[in-house]
């Protein structure tokens, strides 16, 4: 489902809505509800939005290219065409997401219209190390298919084993398949999202993380490692916070206060580039 809402608020960032949209990619089986809670931080501050939650599917062959199914949120990015944007990206989900929209060629310079990323819970290397890489899969199948798996008939599970040893063979034919190409002389940039965004040429000049050192499905180390580098080697300007205590994709309502600071923090940087006069 793709949402695009035009906010009816005089925020303090209503100046930025002539020029800027939000662009929101879910994590794995967000219903729009919830996405929509967040949408509400921009909307009450006076910036349009665009939220999409991709459906969670196998690996494809194709690659980085046919990652999801992004069908529905092109005719909502053709009305902002011409606008600029602020992502905030939710999971491994929300990043596939992208990367297949980065792979289309409507769509290639997409990063070069965006002047700042949120990221929550999110980027990891899942393809590096092939057993946390499966359990983590594993978790998420369970979480996306929690209600079902709870309500379901004899044969709703039946159907749940199937599709889900589907899907964790083609995770591993996909970790093969990295293995394989680097292996061979190719770079990790060209199959792995993780790599593929934090190599990029494109990549924003600006980012905030929110994470935590109890999140299994997305491990702190790797996200760690991602914003290090951003910060380190490409010298770009990068806010992390590492919460001890919410877990995956639950920052917010456990630290709203802070998750809030973090969304003023970005949006006060992209505004005094295009408003160094104004004052908020």
């Known amino acids: 489902m793709a949402v695009l809402t035009r906010s009816t608020s005089l925020g303090s960032f209503s100046r930025l809505n002539n020029s800027h949209c939000v662009l929101m990619l879910g994590w794995a089986g967000a219903d729009d509800k919830s996405v929509k809670k967040y949408a509400d931080l921009y909307e009450r501050r006076g910036l349009d939005t665009i939220r999409f939650t991709s459906e969670m599917k196998a690996f494809s062959p194709k690659g980085l290219q046919a990652m999801r199914e992004m069908d529905d949120i092109f005719p909502l990015l053709d009305q902002v065409k011409n606008r600029r944007y602020l992502m905030h990206i939710f999971s491994m989900n929300g990043v596939y997401s992208l990367v297949t929209l980065l792979h289309h060629k409507k769509y290639s310079d997409l990063f070069t219209k965006t002047d700042g990323v949120i990221w929550d819970s999110c980027p990891v290397d899942f393809g590096s190390k092939l057993i946390p890489y499966l359990i983590g899969y594993n978790q998420v199948i369970n979480n996306v298919n929690k209600k079902r798996l709870e309500s379901g008939s004899v044969l709703d599970r039946l159907e749940f084993?199937?599709?889900?040893?589907?899907?964790?063979?083609?995770?591993?034919?996909?970790?093969?398949?990295?293995?394989?190409?680097?292996?061979?002389?190719?770079?990790?940039?060209?199959?792995?999202?993780?790599?593929?965004?934090?190599?990029?040429?494109?990549?924003?000049?600006?980012?905030?993380?929110?994470?935590s050192t109890p999140d299994e499905l997305c491990p702190a180390p790797s996200i760690r490692s991602f914003h290090e580098y951003l910060s380190g080697t490409?010298?770009?300007?990068?806010?992390?916070?590492?919460?001890?205590?919410?877990?995956?994709?639950?920052?917010?309502?456990?630290?709203?206060?802070?998750?809030?600071?973090?969304?003023?923090r970005i949006l006060t940087f992209v505004d005094t580039i295009y408003h160094p006069q104004s004052k908020l």
Not at 165 to 179: G, I, K, P, Q, Y
Not at 236 to 253: G, I, R, W
């Open 161 to 211: 084993l199937a599709g889900k040893t589907v899907f964790l063979s083609s995770a591993v034919m996909e970790a093969m398949r990295h293995w394989m190409h680097v292996s061979s002389g190719g770079k990790l940039a060209e199959v792995s999202p993780y790599f593929y965004i934090r190599d990029h040429s494109q990549l924003p000049p600006r980012h905030t993380f929110f994470y």
């Open 234 to 264: 490409r010298k770009m300007e990068v806010h992390a916070t590492c919460f001890p205590d919410s877990p995956h994709v639950k920052h917010l309502p456990f630290h709203p206060e802070e998750y809030n600071e973090g969304i003023h």
